[in-house]
């Protein structure tokens, strides 16, 4: 059975449109401009790998009719990333087993002390999660198959983050403003480049246009799909702005490998 990979949100950390309505560039009349906050996961045979608890988990679970999680990898601590850890627990109250979660050791550090209550029974509820140390490289079977998932730390402004290696095939890189050269052989002409691309302006924390567009020089993937995007990016105006190797991802993408 193939590897099925879901981006469940394109946008950036405040969702497009906002919360108080303003949508900036985007034409509300295409679907592909209602962005979530970013995350996605990973079908492999019956299970399903989460990267990333965004704050819009739940409905993105419901949307992609998502009945159960095996394991959840996180890119970095930030709150668009992981504030929606407790829509975790009813896959917790299915079968009754914690679900593992593997971080960085800041992300772990910022989880365990925030989240408390997921790691450590309390007040008679149960710990619905297990903290994880991340490896360089994770290999998982699954009905005589197996998937392989390597962690690569880029810089995302002042902290590092996670790009996360699917198979040798396909490079998730939601929140990122450096990919460093000594991991450039392995990122290099990959099927397909996932990558943060906030808006046209320069931004210390993540990826911009232009940015992309020479990285995509460097690494040459088969195909680029953009993710993390602001209200200043509507969909049908960058598509047309783009070469057809690189297009702007939205919710509910999915893609083959």
């Known amino acids: 059975m193939s590897v099925k990979f879901i981006i469940l949100g394109s946008g950036s950390s405040m969702g497009v449109p906002r919360a108080d309505g303003y949508s900036g560039n985007c034409d509300l009349k295409n679907k592909k401009n209602f962005r979530t906050r970013s995350s996605a996961l990973i079908k492999f045979n019956d299970?399903?790998?989460?990267?990333?608890?965004?704050?819009?988990?739940?409905?993105?679970?419901?949307?992609?009719?998502?009945?159960?999680?095996?394991?959840?990898?996180y890119t970095h601590l930030h709150a668009d990333?992981?504030?929606?850890?407790?829509?975790?627990?009813?896959?917790f109250l299915i079968n009754k087993k914690q679900i593992p979660v593997y971080a960085d050791s800041k992300t772990k550090k910022y989880l365990l002390s925030t989240f408390n209550y997921c790691f450590k029974s309390s007040y008679g509820?149960?710990?619905?999660?297990?903290?994880?140390t991340l490896k360089n490289k994770h290999s998982f079977n699954n009905?005589?198959?197996?998937?392989?998932?390597?962690?690569?730390?880029?810089?995302?402004?002042?902290?590092?983050?996670?790009?996360?290696?699917?198979?040798?095939?396909?490079?998730?890189?939601?929140?990122?403003?450096?990919?460093?050269?000594?991991?450039y052989k392995k990122l290099t002409k990959l099927d397909y480049l996932i990558i943060d691309?906030?808006?046209?302006?320069?931004?210390?924390?993540h990826f911009n246009f232009d940015q992309v567009l020479e990285l995509v020089?460097?690494?040459?993937?088969?195909?680029?799909?953009?993710?993390?995007?602001?209200?200043?990016?509507?969909?049908?105006?960058?598509?047309?702005?783009?070469?057809?190797?690189?297009?702007?991802?939205?919710?509910?993408?999915?893609?083959?490998?």
């Not at 990267?51 to 988990?57: F, V």
Request: proline letters at 5%; a positive charge.
């Open 125 to 132: 509820y149960p710990s619905t999660l297990s903290i994880k």
């Open 47 to 73: 299970q399903n790998i989460l990267i990333d608890t965004s704050p819009d988990l739940r409905f993105q679970l419901l949307q992609n009719k998502i009945k159960s999680i095996s394991r959840v990898f």
């Open 81 to 91: 990333q992981t504030h929606g850890i407790n829509d975790l627990r009813p896959f």
């Open 197 to 205: 691309c906030l808006w046209f302006r320069n931004h210390s924390a």
């Open 143 to 183: 009905k005589n198959k197996k998937i392989l998932i390597e962690s690569i730390p880029v810089q995302h402004g002042k902290i590092k983050s996670i790009c996360y290696l699917v198979n040798k095939k396909l490079a998730y890189a939601s929140d990122i403003s450096l990919f460093f050269k000594k991991d």
């Open 217 to 257: 020089k460097i690494l040459s993937p088969k195909k680029t799909i953009l993710t993390n995007m602001h209200t200043d990016l509507d969909y049908a105006q960058l598509k047309n702005k783009l070469p057809k190797h690189i297009v702007p991802g939205f919710d509910g993408m999915t893609i083959t490998l």
